[in-house]
């Protein structure tokens, strides 16, 4: 779908980092709970971190303590910080947004809760 835009992607060494950014000219992300989801060819997309309206955050356990969802609302940039990057990191990652709902707001992981996506940007880890 258009309206989200990720920056950020690219190669880099295991060890190192990256931050990935998503912004819309179209939507304003304090009105939308925001994700992170990552693919890999052959592989289903899977859900790594979520931000939430409130500012909850969940985060898959695969990147816990090594990757940073964030957002500044006054740029209306959603960021993923990546750090301590591993081969296995390698995927397409993907924005995803869904309207904010006060009775309806969770930490999904789920592909299905999310409305709103990016086209995708590649990241490569190497050993």
């Known amino acids: 779908q258009e309206g989200l835009v990720e920056l950020g992607g690219g190669s880099v060494q295991a060890g190192g980092s990256l931050t990935l950014s998503c912004t819309s000219s179209?939507?304003?992300?304090?009105?939308?709970?925001m994700a992170w989801f990552r693919q890999n060819p052959a592989k289903e997309r899977v859900g790594v971190a979520v931000?939430?309206?409130?500012?909850?955050?969940r985060y898959a356990d695969s990147v816990k303590g090594r990757f940073t969802i964030s957002k500044d609302s006054a740029k209306n940039t959603l960021y993923l910080q990546m750090n301590n990057l591993r081969p296995e990191d390698t995927a397409v990652y993907y924005c995803?947004?869904?309207?904010?709902?006060?009775?309806?707001?969770?930490?999904?992981?789920?592909?299905?809760?999310?409305?709103?996506w990016g086209q995708g940007t590649q990241v490569t880890v190497s050993s």
């Open positions: 995803a947004a869904v309207p904010y709902r006060p009775s309806a707001s969770w930490t999904s992981l789920a592909t299905q809760y999310y409305t709103h």
């Open positions: 931000l939430t309206v409130d500012g909850s955050t």
């Open positions: 179209e939507y304003t992300w304090d009105s939308f709970d």
